[in-house]
């Protein structure tokens, strides 16, 4: 018999008693586990880098199938899987900690663009959240900030100083003076007649690193003053996402 010939034999006979030699290596193996344990710890001492690369190429091998492997774990032990992160988590909060500050500190622009990357991933989200919590936690933020401008007055000054400086800058010398001055009487009196606060709105904002609006009549509207504390300084087409 050829060699070819005796090689596809001998193959057909392993495919033909695949799970029978399968338990037999494992019998085996279980039988001399403890010898099979040393000589595999003495190679990879000797060894090391063969050990290395083996372990890598592996790796690469069966990356896919470890990781579809991982994910339907997680989803099967959601719960489980998230609270043994939380315990391990609150074990090792001063090594996680330490080890995010050493990589922040080795990796600084790395990090920066991640960070741009997430808010820009998440900003219409963001915006809905803030939003939201500005609505249930009014009167919360309100306190804080009243108590904020009273231990801060120079700084309320300072922002008082700054967009008065920028209203100046924005009021070009075709404005209408008359027309302005109608579009606040218009919010003094429907605040007068509905008991609702109203506020004169710019709808560009005067200060905005996207764009910056005029303090013309054109760019005025008169709003609830609620409204206008959601739309802050944002773009027009910014503040209807949130």
Known sequence: MSTTRKQQVDKAWREAHREELRLKKREWYLAHRDLML????????????????RQRAQYRKHRAKRRAANKARHAANRDRVAQRAKMFRLANAEALRAKRQA???AHPARVRALKRADHQKHAARRLIHTR??????????????????????????AVVAKRKAAKLRATPAWANPDAITAIYAEAARLTRETGIPY????????????????HVEHNLRVITKSENSRKRNFHPDRAKVA
């Open 38 to 53: 040393a000589r595999a710890r003495e190679w990879a001492a000797a060894h090391p880098a063969e050990k290395q690369a």
């Open 199 to 214: 506020a004169v709105d710019h709808y560009y904002p005067l200060l905005s690193p996207l764009v910056c609006g005029l």
């Open 132 to 157: 939201a919590y500005r609505l249930a936690h009014a009167e919360v933020i309100r306190a804080r900030w009243n108590q904020w401008a009273r231990a801060n007055p120079e700084k309320v000054n």
């Open 103 to 105: 990589y922040r500190l």
